[in-house]
């Protein structure tokens, strides 16, 4: 979610958003294909992107690095969000987005069939990574400005349904088509026809919402100021985080809450792929595909559910522990599977789902903990963003890292490592700030 203030267009009635022709349309004519959409590109560059490499011949330490420097654009995409309310509307900047995001994955089906192809997919893949940032704060304002309190939170639950429509549909769909191309036309071939044809339906979906999304591509801008009055606030905003009492531990608790989990998100699926005589688990793509996208993306979803039910019923202080148990699950999980090496697929996707609940239950923790120990105050929103972004920091810091790291230790004693990288989380629980209001059976 980006910082971006609503702008609260007029609306023809409560809940309903005016299209671009004026008449009213339902929420639902437009909230599933916008935050599809988002979803779609965001899934491409931060899971796509590392298991194609690895099919493709390149070694861990390198996708690790690379998809590491493309997750920059969602930690610091706070420092231009801003600027963005300067712009004629929020409509304007997703649909262009949305079909930048179009072009971009057009071009990386060509960029595949070049002699230079993996410096060629990085710039494309960077451009759909800053597209895909900025889609996601403007769509977020569009969201907030269209639709009143009673009614973003009324179809929160279809937003975060359909941008996790997404994750199923590119790992349990379109990795399930490219492990069949692969087969059928080789790798580099299958690879540049799956982006070819997402490169089509995010066009159309763009095309789609250009009609259906409210407001007009054309609009004055709200912001008073110019550039400089935003560059201004900016400055406030990123001061007044910093001098939040015990804002320092604040951001080192985060990282470390996110350390283990960057290191195991990303050495694990490709675990999975790696040749058994590497160590691996040596499953075919489309194996992975039903493994991560079905299995895996369920047991994600009901882990978050859970997760958050649980927070709510005991308050964040009394459960952050358990939350930090269970994002150690997946390191305990995959230790596991590297010790044991089992071949059945069935064994292999239980193991997954075991390992995608318990990443589900605790994630929540810290995004719960940014909102209720870090975020309020008097820029709220914008410092929501702002923690987010340092939680996505550390997150990229640990991704960078990890592939040097299993390279030299080999896959059993890696997992093993991410086991002790999550403990300075715990022992930090003794000395970071929790939020004081929070009660038993609060909603969180």
């Not at 988002?38 to 011949?57: C, D, P, R, S």
């Not at 580099?188 to 789609?208: E, K, R, T």
Request: hydrophobic residues 55%; aromatic residues 12%.
């Amino acid at each position: 979610m980006s910082g971006s203030a609503p702008q609260g267009p007029g609306l023809a009635r409560a809940g309903q958003a005016p299209l671009a022709g004026g008449a009213p349309a339902t929420p639902m004519r437009w909230v599933p294909t916008l935050y599809f959409v988002q979803g779609m590109q965001f899934f491409v560059v931060m899971l796509i992107a590392g298991l194609m490499f690895k099919n493709l011949g390149v070694g861990n330490d390198q996708i690790a690095r690379w998809t590491a420097v493309l997750g920059l654009a969602w930690a610091i995409k706070p420092l231009w969000s801003p600027f963005l309310e300067l712009a004629r509307s929020k409509k304007l900047i997703v649909v262009a987005m949305q079909y930048l995001g179009a072009a971009g994955l057009g071009l990386m089906a060509l960029a595949l069939q070049l002699p230079h192809w993996f410096g060629a997919a990085l710039i494309v893949l960077f451009l759909i990574a800053y597209a895909s940032a900025t889609h996601d704060i403007a769509c977020d304002g569009l969201y907030m400005g269209a639709l009143d309190e009673k009614r973003q939170a009324a179809y929160a639950g279809w937003q975060g349904a359909f941008f996790n429509g997404a994750r199923f549909f590119i790992t349990g769909v379109v990795l399930k088509l490219a492990g069949y191309l692969e087969g059928q036309m080789g790798v580099f071939n299958a690879w540049s026809a799956v982006f070819a044809m997402l490169c089509v339906l995010v066009a159309l979906l763009a095309s789609y919402n250009a009609r259906a999304l409210p407001g007009a591509l054309s609009s004055p801008p709200v912001v008073s100021g110019g550039a400089a009055g935003v560059a201004a606030m900016l400055k406030a905003v990123v001061l007044d985080f910093f001098r939040k009492p015990g804002i320092w531990r604040a951001v080192l608790f985060i990282v470390m809450f996110r350390f283990a989990e960057g290191q195991v998100q990303t050495i694990g699926p490709l675990f999975l792929l790696e040749a058994r005589d590497k160590g691996g688990l040596g499953l075919t793509t489309g194996q992975v595909a039903d493994v991560y996208g079905w299995v895996g993306t369920g047991a994600f979803l009901v882990g978050s559910v859970l997760g958050g039910w649980v927070t709510s019923r005991l308050s964040l202080r009394r459960a952050m522990p358990l939350l930090i148990v269970a994002m150690g699950v997946p390191n305990a999980t995959f230790y596991y599977l590297a010790s044991a090496l089992p071949q059945d697929l069935p064994h292999i996707a239980a193991a997954v789902g075991v390992e995608m609940f318990g990443y589900g239950f605790g994630f929540v923790g810290m995004i719960l903990y940014i909102m209720q120990a870090v975020a309020p105050g008097r820029f709220q929103t914008a410092h929501y963003a702002l923690g987010s972004g340092v939680m996505q920091l550390g997150f990229v810091f640990a991704k960078s890292i990890s592939g040097d790291i299993q390279l030299a230790m080999g896959y059993q004693h890696f997992f093993a490592w991410t086991i002790a990288c999550g403990l300075p989380a715990l022992l930090l629980l003794l000395w970071v700030p929790m939020p004081r209001a929070a009660q038993p059976g609060a909603a969180a």
